[in-house]
């Protein structure tokens, strides 16, 4: 299942659209990555900072509920095994289908190097400080699978999510409590496109998480330099 990825000024300029509308870049060779592979490559880049590196595991496996590892994997917001808002992939300088047919590592790096720094702030330490600390939001534990769909939602989302959980006893909105689809309100939405929230959405993606952390870092993985 793709997702739609919030990140930044692009929600308030870009509608999300339903996972339904997604499909996999024309001419391109579809791959399938393993979560530990992107872990690897998250390691491997030259424009991860430490929060990326430290998370990489946790990416890694959010990965699979993102794009299967298909770097081909797009919808009209976003693209590649990490799906990167398309504002983002062209202020790098590529369009959608020259960056889904780009090497899993040439991915990584841009997706480090458009948004690692700005989905590492704010909301993101917040949830990071209390995940080291053993403390709580709003009395929530603080999950790796919660700080994956933060950063992967971006700021805006994620920062009106802690707020809400802050004020509602740890509990995240949903479509039928508090929530706001962020279609519909770009500016105030607290779930994603999907209606999903960084609760839900890294509930979701905790086993493969899990999974991938089990041998994530042992043994370096090798990152495939072209499409396979």
Known sequence: MIRLIN?????AIVALIPVSASADIAACTPTSYSSAQISQAIQNSPNANS???NASCAFGGIAMGESQGNGCSANRANTGVLQLHNNFVSAAGYTPSSYANLPLQQQVNIWA???GNS???GSYQTLLNANQNGT???GAPVTSGMMAACFQFGPGVCARDVA???NNSGACPTAGSGGLNINQNPSTGNLDGNNQSICS???????AINKTAQNC???PIPTPTAPT
Request: charged residues 10%; positive net charge; proline residues 3%.
């Open 7 to 11: 990140i930044r000024y692009a929600f």
């Open 201 to 207: 959405w890294g509930k979701t993606n905790q086993p």
């Open 113 to 115: 190097q458009q948004v």
């Open 217 to 219: 870092g042992a043994t």
């Open 164 to 166: 809400y959980m802050q």
């Open 136 to 138: 709580t939001v709003g």
């Open 119 to 121: 989905n590492t702030s």
């Open 51 to 53: 929060a990326l590196k």
